[in-house]
């Protein structure tokens, strides 16, 4: 209460300075009105203390709980526990400073004291993070239209209409669509184990009550841990869903792909790219060496699958119940060359070459009442080449093999050879107006069964695609494409090829 009075007293004597006489304003009665103020707000903090201990002094410092913090939580390292009841001997007791002896800032005396800060001792060792505390989250968008400039958006019943295995969005009715919605957990939770989930929101689900399918549905894309195998993280074990280590471009993240898709041909070795099981991979240091500074620099690569990889999986690719009791085998070899060597012009140049194989027995789903399907072979080899773009570069792939293929004349599904691959060129370039961007252009073609499909419907697929992506700031990623293409719809039930010319765009966004 009398601080109160004495703020009052303080103010009104501010506002009454200008209007009193002009004796009233020299220096020494100031000077006077101010040490009257120190010296009431003195007696007010003795009174205070006295009437606090009972009139025998100052009140000693309450003991603190050991092992316990000021809030009462962790240890706070470094500050004594202070004892009530077994002071140190020739302690004196703090003098408690006064506000008001500091005439520039005799205002702070009519405030509440600041809350103190702990501090840990710096010397001691900070405790150690958790498993959760070690896990990050981060992830991507992808926004697509696609429009018809011109051909088969429509067909009669039994005739092949122009789509794509890989984006549903290509139709004779659709504008806006989602292709992934990915959030990424990972993080170290041991020195020798690393933990990855990476659910997708942007999921459609067919089979529904009614013929239309629903669209957003989250599905599990990648569920996996790698166990380090060695102190320098060059061998590990990575178990549980994951990609499969066949063909490059599948291995490649589609937040770094330049295409909008991957091809037919090396896609319709493992759809979806994934399948639960086991991989070994191993990488050199040199290898890492050399894609570390080609992550550095920029280009895009297809992630650390291991400079080899071998594992065993169900074999029934992404999320399908297992249908055999075989297992399938995959395994791959990749291998970057610095090509300095051979000359100036060939300065900073890495051309990166490989193969990968697999064997598998894969039994398709089939129409109710309709094909009967039992286990089929489902072998592939192929090979890889890509010159990273520095700044022109190429990449390519083709692969051959054979598996399981719907026959119109038989009725039935067969195992049958198939081949195909792709070709692609790239410019990169670093600075720009509109910021980094990568004209491309690629070619590709596949003769062969899609085998996750019903009843495993035969493509038949010739495409050009020609495009440029940019990127006018770090999360933004903008892909805009011309493409012609020649497909097989992959449904039994339509026959023929449909034509059509496309022009697709994609907005990225990287958080």
């Known amino acids: 209460m009398k601080r109160c009075l004495l703020a009052t007293k303080l103010g009104l004597g501010a506002l009454m300075l200008p209007f ?71 302690a004196r007791a703090e003098r408690q400073v006064i506000l008001a002896d500091e005439p520039d800032t005799w205002w702070r005396a009519l405030l509440p004291p600041p809350p103190e800060l702990l501090q840990d001792d710096p010397d001691k060792p900070k405790r150690p993070k958790t498993w959760f505390e070690r896990l990050s989250l981060r992830g991507y968008t992808q926004l697509r239209v696609n429009e018809f400039l011109s051909g088969d958006d429509t067909a009669p019943s039994g005739v092949s209409r122009l789509r794509s295995v890989h984006d549903s969005g290509i139709t004779q009715a659709n504008n806006f669509t989602f292709r992934r919605v990915r959030l990424v957990i990972q993080g170290d939770i041991h020195e020798r184990v690393f933990l990855y989930i990476q659910p997708d929101f942007a999921v459609s689900v067919n089979n529904q ?47 770094n792909r330049l295409t909008l898709d991957r091809s037919d041909a090396i896609n319709s070795a493992i759809p979806g790219e994934r399948d639960i099981g086991i991989t070994y991979y191993y990488t050199p240091w040199h290898v890492q060496r050399i894609w570390d500074r080609l992550a550095k620099g920029g280009q895009k690569l297809f992630g650390n699958y291991g400079a080899f990889g071998l594992g065993v999986y169900n074999g029934q690719t992404i999320n399908r119940v297992e249908r055999n009791n075989g297992v399938m085998v995959a395994g791959m070899v990749t291998w970057p060359f610095m090509l300095d060597g051979l000359g100036a012009a060939f300065k900073d140049q890495v051309v990166e070459v490989g193969g990968s194989a697999y064997h598998n027995q894969f039994q398709p789903e089939t129409r109710a009442g309709g094909v009967t399907a039992t286990s089929f072979d489902d072998s592939r080899v192929g090979i890889h080449a890509i010159l990273y773009p520095q700044p022109f570069g190429l990449q390519a792939e083709w692969n051959w093999g054979r598996g399981p293929e719907f026959d119109p004349v038989a009725q039935a599904i067969t195992t049958k050879p198939l081949e195909g691959g792709y070709v692609q060129a790239m410019v990169r370039v670093d600075r720009s107006w509109i910021g980094p961007f990568m004209p491309y252009a690629r070619w590709q073609t596949y003769r062969g069964g899609w085998k996750v499909a019903t009843n495993a419907p035969r493509l038949e697929t010739d495409e050009v695609e020609i495009g440029i992506e940019f990127q006018p700031i770090k999360p933004i990623e903008i892909t805009l494409a011309y493409a012609r293409m020649n497909r097989r719809e992959a449904d039994e039930r339509r026959l023929g090829q449909a034509e059509g010319d496309l022009f697709r765009a994609q907005l990225q966004v990287n958080y």
Do not use: C
């Not at 841990?225 to 590990?236: T, Y």
């Open 20 to 90: 009193s006489p002009a004796e009233a304003q020299t220096v020494a009665e100031l000077q006077r009105q101010i040490d009257e103020l120190k010296a009431m707000i003195r007696a007010q903090a003795a009174e205070r203390d006295l009437r606090r201990t009972g009139g025998v002094g100052p009140r000693p410092k309450p003991a603190r709980l050991a092992g316990r913090s000021d809030a009462g939580t962790l240890p706070a390292a470094g500050r004594p526990v202070e004892s009530a009841l077994d002071p140190k001997p020739g």
């Open 209 to 255: 009550a009614g013929p239309e399918p629903r669209q957003h549905f989250a599905q599990l894309r990648d569920a996996f841990a790698d166990v380090f195998l060695d102190e320098d993280r060059r061998s590990k074990l990575r178990l549980g869903q994951q990609k499969v280590p066949y063909g490059w471009e599948n291995l490649q993240s589609s937040q």
